[in-house]
């Protein structure tokens, strides 16, 4: 499942204080009604719970999108450039001061001296922001396929097909951030290009992965297979033939290529979330594992049971556990203890399902692409069976790990990434912005006593309060 970021907040910001047109008076006024409706939509996101935000994701896409073309249109005229054909004139008096929380920096600041909401000046920090939110909204959106959907074509096509959204959008912003970077005052994880570049890579890396295990049948089928209420030992193992089986592999490792390249980008960068990197670290890895699994599945079809399972002890390998004949040969007594160790840290018992059990609620009966428990789960029960074939029957030798590695093949991509197309303001909307405006509407109306947000502010129970983010103490 796509990594998920909890999306930001930010505070209210009246444009029509900073801005006026003499062309399109109505801009300022409209591009500040959608913002509020996007600080409202983000504020009640966080307020609600982790099992809700699933269904609130559309309502948060739908007022970033809302905000993007009049903030776009705001920034081209201030440019000078022509907005659906008409030129708009507009005039900056000052610029507006924005205010965002982070949501690439680490969720528990250990530092009180940093601050948690990141102020600015202008609207380009306000547009960084803005993008980053609506890339982490779809990227949300793709791992929530995985509790909504349950019919398993429909969890992997949809869910790439947000993802390669994600990953267009992040590419657009390390690309704006690349040719106007920001004054080096403003230090936050969100206006580093190589950041968004690292994001962009992952979430092609895991929707790569996701077209391997659309058609990859052994995850379901071993996890069937360990229920107790299974009744597939009747029929046939799954089978994947060899050119799809080939061609796997070599999808396997572009999706590694992808993730080792935003480990890379994220190796040096100081103030980015661990969890992000421990993420791409364990795509990385399970992506060269599965691709070595395939590659044993190949060599298993052809008769080389030896070689089969040499490639499950690479894969073994690069998910850092021990391949079971060798704990079985050194454990203690030499009588297998590691695959129970397994069994027993992931769960499963002779009185329950001895399936990987999720945290999440979910209808879904397709596994984690991305679960490392899941991969090690099927590796360790097709080696298991392997060795008790080659032991009774073939008695192949085990060809050692060194010997195999050189033998991995190349990348092929699957996805091309297509460039991301900015939203524009219809013709008929930047007609309409051309009326005056109301004197008697109330700018400020959508900021509320509680503009400043509350999620962090608060603290905990008996603490100071925080100061210099213009919260009122009572």
Request: proline share 8%.
């Amino acid at each position: 499942m796509p990594f998920i970021i909890t999306l930001p907040t930010t505070s209210h910001v009246n444009l029509t204080a900073s801005h006026s047109s003499a062309t399109h008076p109505s801009l300022p006024l409209a591009a500040t009604h959608h913002r509020s409706a996007l600080r409202l939509a983000l504020k009640q996101h966080k307020r609600l719970p982790p099992t809700s935000r699933p269904s609130h994701l559309p309502t948060v896409l739908s007022a970033i999108e809302g905000y993007l073309p009049y903030l776009l249109a705001l920034e081209e005229g201030l440019s000078g450039r022509p907005v659906a054909g008409e030129e708009i004139l507009i005039t900056l008096h000052n610029e507006p001061r924005i205010q965002w929380r982070d949501p690439l920096a680490p969720q528990y600041n250990p530092n009180p001296t940093t601050p948690r909401r990141i102020k600015g000046l202008g609207l380009d920090l306000d547009l960084i922001f803005t993008l980053t939110t609506l890339a982490l909204s779809y990227t949300a959106l793709s791992a929530a396929i995985f509790i909504s959907s349950s019919s398993s074509d429909s969890i992997f096509q949809t869910s790439t097909k947000h993802l390669l959204t994600a990953a267009s959008i992040h590419t657009h912003i390390s690309t704006l951030l690349t040719t106007s970077p920001f004054p080096k005052y403003i230090q936050t994880p969100s206006v580093i290009p190589t950041i968004h570049a690292a994001l962009s890579s992952l979430a092609l890396a895991v929707s790569t992965l996701f077209a391997v295990a659309q058609s990859d049948p052994y995850p379901a089928s071993i996890i069937a297979d360990l229920s107790p209420d299974d009744t597939s030992y009747l029929s046939s193992p799954p089978e994947i033939p060899k050119v799809r089986a080939l061609l796997f592999v070599r999808l396997c490792i572009a999706a590694s290529e992808h993730a080792a390249k935003a480990v890379s980008l994220l190796a040096d960068i100081k103030g980015v979330d661990e969890g992000i990197r421990k993420y791409a670290t364990q795509v990385r890895s399970l992506s060269r594992a599965r691709a070595a699994r395939m590659l044993g599945v190949d060599a298993e079809r052809g008769g080389k049971m030896g070689e089969a399972i040499g490639w499950l002890d690479v894969a073994l390998n690069e998910l850092g556990a021990t391949s079971f004949s060798h704990e079985k040969s050194s454990g203690p007594g030499g009588n297998g203890k590691g695959f129970s160790r397994l069994k027993e840290k992931m769960g499963r018992s002779s009185s329950s399902s001895k399936v990987p059990q999720s945290t999440s609620s979910t209808p879904s009966s397709t596994p984690d692409p991305t679960s490392k428990a899941t991969e090690l789960l099927v590796l360790r029960t097709l080696h298991s069976r392997w060795v008790k074939i080659n032991d009774s029957v073939n008695t192949s030798p085990i060809t050692p790990i060194s010997n195999l590695l050189p033998l991995i093949p190349s990348g092929r991509e699957i996805h091309t990434l297509k460039k991301w197309q900015v939203p524009e303001l219809p013709e008929d909307e930047v007609s309409r912005m051309r009326a005056p405006v109301d004197p008697g509407e109330d700018v400020d109306a959508a900021a509320d006593s509680s503009d400043e947000e509350d999620e962090d502010g608060r603290g905990m129970a008996g603490a100071f309060p925080d100061e210099g983010e213009g919260r009122a103490y009572y």
